[in-house]
C-alpha cells in the first residue's frame, strides 16, 4: 500500500511563504503560466485552491459559476486575506475593465470630444495616437469604460 499524506492545514501551507508586502509568497512548485502549485492527495492543484477550500471549507467546480481568485492579483500569493470566492462572471469582467484601463480619466475625456467631432476614421487614428486597441477606444466612447464621468455634451 502506497503512503498517502494527510490533507494540508492553512498553517502547514503559510509556512512555506515569504511575505513580500502584504501578500504570502509561495516558495514551493510553479506551474508555466506562473500559478503557485501542491501536490494533494495525489493530485496536482493550485495554491490558492486549497487555501480556499480550507477557509471556506467550499471547492467551486468549474460546473458552479464560481471561481477562486486574489484579490492582489499576484498569481504565486496565498494570504487567504487576499483569496475569495467569486463568480466567474464578476472576475471576467474587471479584468476586462483593469486590462483596458491605458488611459487616464482626462484622455478618456478628450478622446469621447475629439470622437464625436471627428470625421470618417478617427478611431482608428485615436487608437493609434493613444497606444490603444480600436475596442477601447469604442468601449470609451460608448461609455462602456469610464463609467464614472459624466458625459459632456
Request: with cysteine.
Amino acid at each position: 500500500m502506497a503512503f498517502r499524506r494527510p490533507a494540508y492545514t492553512l498553517e502547514e501551507i503559510l509556512e512555506n511563504t515569504n511575505r513580500k508586502g502584504d501578500c504570502l509568497i509561495w516558495q514551493g512548485g510553479k506551474h508555466r503560466q506562473g500559478y503557485a502549485m501542491m501536490r494533494q492527495d495525489r493530485e496536482m492543484r493550485t495554491v490558492h485552491s486549497v487555501v480556499a477550500e480550507l477557509k471556506y471549507n467550499e471547492r467551486p467546480n468549474k460546473y458552479s459559476g464560481l471561481r477562486v481568485t486574489r484579490t492582489c492579483g499576484d498569481k504565486m500569493c496565498v494570504n487567504p486575506d487576499h483569496i475569495i470566492i467569486e463568480e466567474a462572471s464578476k472576475i471576467q469582467r474587471r479584468r476586462y475593465h483593469c486590462k483596458n484601463r491605458k488611459i487616464t480619466q482626462e484622455q478618456a475625456r478628450e478622446i469621447r470630444k475629439r470622437y464625436a467631432e471627428g470625421e470618417w476614421g478617427i478611431g482608428m487614428k485615436l487608437a493609434k495616437e493613444y497606444g490603444v486597441s480600436y475596442n477601447t477606444i469604442y468601449a470609451t466612447v460608448a461609455n462602456k469604460l469610464y463609467k464614472e464621468l459624466p458625459d459632456e455634451t
